[in-house]
């Protein structure tokens, strides 16, 4: 590892959660933006107040970015009612907004990696501030507040929810000297308030790119994501209760894979009961995982941003069965990348249909990988590389 000149301006990036092992959507976009800062000439150090395991700090060091963890003396209890008495998404830890305070008072860069992380956003806090909003949260939080009855428990607490995030995601991205947003379609939401809107989308890991073709690999489809993440779980099982009867009625052979975290805890038990759904749970190496189907599915009905389980599949030359919302702001076109349809029994029925053409299905498999080749990190993070690039030449040129 070279060392870094003790000149480099200084980028804090406050993330709730640690961005290694990036074994899901947003902590893997946290990490390629701190490596887009390396390239930027930045030194990114990561504030959180998760609990990483000393190992991934050490892997993080070793590629030279460095941690600064959370050193909290008050309560969770305590904590919790500061966060309610001041109406914030997250609790709000006091030694990482002192970091970050530091770290903007010396020159430094300081971004908020989320709604969660903007909690963090403190009075006083001088020096330049990006909002890396990740989805449009509060549009989120109210599609599911309005999901249940408004006169209900859960219901109020939904829209309480969705009123401290929606509140908190719009101040900062009025303060922020930039945001950062993973599609048009979320910049168009931030545009009108926001000083300066910068779109970035997701990416692709190279690995992607490594994972052999199809081959004769039977009939096995996945559906890999993260379900903590609402949209992801309630998709599948809608898929599970209305879709998969469907394929496995046309194709008996085919296999369902679930795989990513949460999927074991949150997905109902009485959905996946057949034998030929397999949830595995969190993996270690997604690629692998998906080296095993012919074709992905993404049954999701409600979200925003631009979806990396669909770039990462189209990567791999796996074709992808997914609705219109699920498949959007990619340029991804039904019938050439994979098939676009908007039940769960259409879905069904489509991915049977593919399965049953290998020719179509190889065909597709080679227009995939083509388009996900222009979403490659380096290049779908260009727009924000050159935001820290002119952050780091402003401060080159004050000294």
């Not at 976009?29 to 150090?45: K, W």
């Not at 030694?95 to 860069?109: H, M, P, V």
Request: net charge positive; proline share 6%; with cysteine.
């Amino acid at each position: 590892m070279s060392e870094r000149a003790p000149s480099q301006p200084i980028a804090a990036l406050v993330c709730p959660r640690f961005p290694y092992p990036p074994v899901s959507g947003g902590v893997k976009r946290t990490l390629r933006l701190a490596e887009c800062m390396q390239r930027a000439g930045l030194r990114p150090t990561l504030l959180t107040d998760d609990t990483p395991d000393e190992r991934a700090v050490r892997a993080l060091a070793q590629r030279g970015l460095e941690s600064q963890l959370a050193t909290e003396r008050r309560s969770r209890l305590a904590r919790r009612a500061q966060q309610h008495m001041l109406r914030l998404p997250g609790p709000r830890s006091g030694s990482l907004l002192r970091s970050a305070r530091e770290i903007a008072a010396g020159g430094g860069l300081v971004q908020l990696e989320g709604v969660v992380a903007a909690s963090h956003l403190g009075f006083g806090m001088s020096g330049p501030l990006v909002f890396s909003s990740h989805n449009v949260e509060g549009e989120l939080a109210y599609s599911a507040a309005r999901a249940v009855p408004a006169v209900s428990l859960e219901g109020l607490r939904r829209r309480y929810h969705a009123h401290r995030v929606h509140r908190t995601e719009r101040r900062t991205a009025r303060v922020a000297d930039a945001v950062i947003c993973v599609s048009g379609a979320d910049a168009d939401v931030f545009a009108p308030t926001a000083r300066r809107v910068v779109v970035a989308p997701n990416g692709v890991d190279d690995e992607f790119f490594d994972v052999p073709d199809i081959g004769s690999r039977g009939d096995t489809v996945l559906f890999f994501g993260q379900f903590t993440y609402a949209p992801n779980r309630e998709g599948i099982n809608r898929f599970l209760a209305e879709g998969w009867p469907v394929l496995a009625r046309l194709r008996p052979e085919s296999r369902l894979l679930v795989a990513g975290e949460g999927s074991r805890e949150l997905i109902n038990p009485n959905l996946s009961a057949d034998p030929r759904v397999e949830v595995l749970g969190l993996v270690d190496d997604i690629a692998l995982t998906v080296a095993e189907a012919r074709l992905t599915l993404v049954p999701i009905w409600r979200g925003g941003g631009t979806r990396l389980k669909v770039l990462e599949a189209l990567a791999a030359g796996r074709p992808v069965v997914g609705t219109r919302l699920g498949v959007s702001g990619i340029g991804f076109e039904s019938g050439r990348h994979g098939v676009v349809a908007e039940s769960p029994a259409q879905l069904g029925h489509e991915a049977a249909e593919i399965l049953a053409q290998p020719v179509r299905l190889a065909a597709m498999a080679t227009e995939g990988r083509r388009l996900a080749a222009g979403y490659r990190w380096e290049r779908a993070l260009a727009p924000a590389e050159e935001l820290y690039r002119a952050f780091a030449s402003s401060c080159s040129s004050s000294e």
